[in-house]
């Protein structure tokens, strides 16, 4: 790698330094007391997934660029030059990282990992080696919201037979789903299939809700690359769609890092207030028992049943009751994970892991922790509201033969209403 090329991809992180990540830096490669919070580190024993070994990177290279000893006594600075080797490590470490940020909740500093995946992957990006798979998807969402009218006709046409299920399922041959619906109080923003449409509609028919569906699904994977302008155009897509039809608020499937996006993030990568309410379909759930909108069957599970916190939805987002407190309204035999909330395990599948096929080996191993968090509640049924974590949990219960039923919060109720 030439010269240029190096302080190209170094200059990515001059551009992001500022004190706080600094002071990350100097403290989180002097520390590893969060060694034990990260599945990855406790489940293969690898340094290079070590939380304060990821930071440990990025501190070389500013060491080698940044400072005065690293330009001049580069041999005594404990500087690193960027070349393949590097880079090689840097991708390695990155996009195996899930974004859990329980490494976070362990550190006596609070310091955020994130960051240093941040700006690893844009260093990554700026040198061509960002992951590909997630490029190829985070591309082809982007089209998608350029050129939707190329889409709507099959989408509409996917969405019949659907309608019929639904109309089945509630017994009113009326039942429908709307899509481009002008003033509806809801924009629904679900996955890609129909899987996390049915359950949806079904609950939105019983609440007699004013809703629309939207054209686009929750999944950014701009996000999991770590390109910021691409997460921006990803979720801006649904954001024009509801000004468009002028709706109150935007409600997100059971999918958490979608939620987090649109949530937490988009507000300030995009430097825009939003005019409407942002929520995840927990909360709205939740909401509707509590009014009495839509009757469930109580305890209509009999079988133990256990809740897998998401990282993006639990820790990161701080969103755990309302999930218990739907399970507990149809849950017969509720059975907690040790630990949970803050402190649950991740799954392994978060980050976009799921979506890389070269990762499959790893994340099944890394969810080594979950497994034996399950296997000791001695639950037949896991929930959780995020698909990335049902993929990774069907993933382990095939490997381990734990013979479970994963399955979502929206199933758990759609399936327990009273008709």
Not at 244 to 261: M, W
Not at 273 to 287: H, Q, S, Y
């Amino acid at each position: 790698m030439d010269e240029k090329a190096q302080k190209t991809i170094a200059g990515v992180l001059d551009k992001r330094m500022n004190r706080q990540l600094l002071y990350y830096l100097d403290i989180c490669t002097r520390c590893s007391i969060c060694k034990d919070a990260c599945h990855q580190y406790v489940t293969t024993g690898d340094v290079l997934y070590l939380p304060a070994y990821r930071a440990e990177i990025i501190r070389r290279v500013y060491k080698k660029y940044f400072t005065r000893s690293g330009k001049f006594y580069p041999a005594l600075s404990e500087g690193s030059e960027v070349d393949e080797k590097l880079l090689d490590e840097l991708y390695k470490t990155t996009y195996a990282c899930t974004g859990c940020r329980r490494c976070m909740y362990y550190c006596p500093f609070s310091i955020d990992t994130t960051w240093f995946m941040a700006v690893a992957k844009a260093m990554l990006i700026t040198a061509g080696r960002g992951s590909q798979i997630l490029a190829e998807l985070a591309g082809a969402a982007v089209i998608k919201g350029e050129s939707i009218d190329l889409f709507k006709d099959i989408i509409i046409e996917m969405l019949k037979d659907t309608e019929k299920e639904l109309q089945e399922r509630v017994g009113n041959p009326k039942a429908n789903i709307p899509i481009d619906k002008k003033g509806a109080d809801l924009l629904y923003v679900a996955l890609a299939g129909t899987h996390t449409i049915l359950p949806a509609a079904v609950i939105f028919h019983q609440a007699k809700a004013n809703w629309t569906l939207s054209m686009f699904e929750a999944a950014n994977y701009g996000y999991f690359l770590g390109d910021v302008k691409q997460a921006v155009a990803i979720a801006k897509r649904i954001i024009d769609e509801a000004r468009s039809l002028e709706v109150k608020e935007i409600v997100i499937t059971e999918c958490g890092h979608a939620y987090r996006v649109m949530q937490f993030l988009y507000e300030a990568w995009a430097k825009e207030k939003l005019p409407f309410k942002i929520r995840g379909i927990v909360e709205l759930m939740a909401e509707y028992i509590k009014q009495g909108k839509i009757n469930l069957t109580q305890d209509k599970i009999k079988e133990p049943l256990t809740y897998h916190d998401p990282c993006q939805v639990g820790r990161n987002a701080g969103f755990y009751e309302e999930p218990r407190y739907i399970i507990n309204q149809v849950a017969a035999d509720f059975r907690e994970m040790t630990p949970n909330r803050e402190k649950n395990w991740c799954c392994g599948g978060g980050g976009g892991l799921v979506a890389q096929p070269d990762l499959d080996d790893f994340r099944i191993k890394t969810g080594e922790i979950k497994v034996e968090q399950i296997k000791k509640t001695g639950a037949r049924i896991v929930v959780s509201p995020c698909e990335n974590c049902r993929l990774q949990l069907d993933s382990l219960n095939e490997k381990y033969n734990m013979g479970i039923q994963i399955t979502s919060i929206m199933d758990l109720v759609a399936n327990a209403i009273t008709i």
